[in-house]
């Protein structure tokens, strides 16, 4: 079977970048597919993750953006489809889903959303005029998906909001992205946090919450991984509440698994996710996870007080009584972690990679 991926670039830290690199090389080297991934915007970048020798990525170096550049990027996307002739085309959701949502004659067309169905809602829609916009933006991306054979989202309490318009809808959640390896110990007086410093991750109120936790437990340190356009913001909120000698800023990292397996908890503040894909990475190095209970995916990654605590949203003393429950209570904490070893044998590559073969099989067989 011959696979086309679209996606924006691939040299980013994302991700998206992240599971498309495991999903791609799986199944060039498990499952038997020919696989290609065109990029918009690659621009003779290396790809941050790596990939299968047998994956073959392809960059058109046009852009994706809206108006001329989509234009320029459908033509030729169009062209380079026709060469290649895949039996399904697979947008990740990006501003390429318009420009398939057009063609025919490119295999089974599918699509896949990373985020919740509420992203532009919550991303939007404080202001009336942002509630008009982001209504806009989701009933034009569904108007695409709705032009798919599928459209897959990450999570089961994701599926009714797109049924009405979307009635292909499916759910597959992401594998497990980083190699097998011992799991923490958990005896490192440090917690760790990943994700882009913006204001979707929330890093403000976790380190708020940490000013609490800090109080109690001096000692204990949170580290917090990526980069980002709030980075400044943070440094300068972390030395405003005296935060110093407790919580750092560590920028992007290559082998993340490695820190996760030198910490004793992961912590999540974000006000939306679609799957977050970094409580997945952190439960199968056997972290308990800390998390607000935001829309969508924590709730299915997180069983509450058994691999984990789901706290309300917001709720940054709630937060900090989580994170110190983790750290007062060694045998919690080593429950916790070995729980979150068998949640993460659900998502382990050959069981969701499987699903998708299914689907691409079935797709292709009734087309």
């Not at 509630?131 to 933006?137: D, F, G, H, L």
């Not at 991750?201 to 109690?216: E, F, G, L, T, Y």
């Not at 919690?332 to 949640?343: E, H, I, P, Q, V």
Request: glycine share 8%; hydrophobic share 40%.
């Amino acid at each position: 079977m011959r696979l086309v991926y679209l996606i924006h670039s691939l040299h980013g830290s994302g991700g998206m970048e992240r599971v498309l690199s495991v999903k791609a090389s799986w199944l060039a080297e498990k499952g038997g597919c020919q696989v290609h991934i065109v990029t918009a915007s690659l621009k003779g970048r290396t790809p941050f993750f790596p990939l299968s020798p047998k994956v073959q990525v392809h960059d058109l170096g046009t852009g994706d953006s809206f108006g001329p550049a989509l234009s320029r990027y459908g033509r030729a996307l169009r062209k380079l489809l026709s060469e290649l002739r895949p039996d399904v085309t697979i947008s990740l959701g990006g501003n390429d889903i318009y420009a398939l949502a057009q063609m025919e004659g490119v295999g089974v067309k599918l699509s896949e959303f990373h985020f919740s169905h509420d992203k532009f809602l919550v991303k939007y829609g404080r202001l009336p005029l942002g509630r008009t916009y982001a209504s806009y933006r989701i009933r034009r991306f569904e108007k695409a998906a709705a032009a798919m054979a599928a459209l897959v989202v990450l999570t089961r309490a994701d599926i009714p909001d797109w049924q009405s318009r979307v009635p292909s809808v499916r759910q597959i959640y992401n594998p497990v992205t980083l190699p097998d390896a011992l799991p923490s110990p958990l005896t490192e007086r440090r917690m760790i946090a990943v994700g882009r410093l913006t204001s979707q991750k929330n890093q403000a109120s976790m380190i708020r919450a940490w000013r609490m936790v800090a109080d109690r437990h001096p000692d204990w340190t949170l580290e917090i991984y990526g980069d980002g356009p709030l980075r400044d913001s943070l440094l300068k909120q972390i030395g405003e509440l005296g935060l110093g000698s407790q919580v750092f800023l560590k920028g992007v990292c290559r082998d993340i698994a490695s820190r996760m397996r030198e910490s004793s908890a992961l912590v999540l503040s974000s006000v939306y996710e679609g799957f977050p894909l970094v409580l997945v990475e952190a439960a199968a190095c056997g972290l308990p996870l800390l998390s607000y209970d935001c829309p969508k995916g924590p709730a299915e990654i997180i069983d509450d007080g058994r691999n984990g605590f789901l706290t309300a949203p917001g709720d940054e003393a709630g937060l900090a009584d989580a994170i110190c429950r983790v750290i007062e209570d060694g045998q919690l904490r080593r429950d916790m972690g070995r729980a979150s070893l068998l949640k993460a044998e659900e998502f382990s590559p050959d069981r969701v990679m499987a699903r998708w073969l299914e689907l691409f099989n079935s797709l292709v067989d009734g087309k």
